[in-house]
């Protein structure tokens, strides 16, 4: 977003230097309406997918001892590598 502020921060500096072209363009704001939008949409599903993660390390967390148990020792075998160094880097 911030390079979206940016723009709008130069546009309007343009603008004021050289008024005359007001009547013939867009303000930025409205002009990067559809960038605006899909840039929230894409900071929403990032936020999403950030706690969502959080809720996975979390029961990862709170369940990892008891499937060891389950699995007898083949939590390994369950799940691959990469999935449990996912869940517990940050445990």
Known sequence: M???DQEATEDESFLSRQPHLAQSRQPS??????LISMANQYESTI????ASDATVRTKWAEWKSRIEILAGGEVSHILSW???K?????T
């Open 2 to 4: 911030d390079i979206l």
């Open 29 to 34: 704001h409205i002009a990067n309406q559809s």
């Open 47 to 50: 936020k999403m997918a950030s």
């Open 82 to 84: 990469n999935v449990i």
């Open 86 to 90: 996912l869940m517990t880097r940050n």
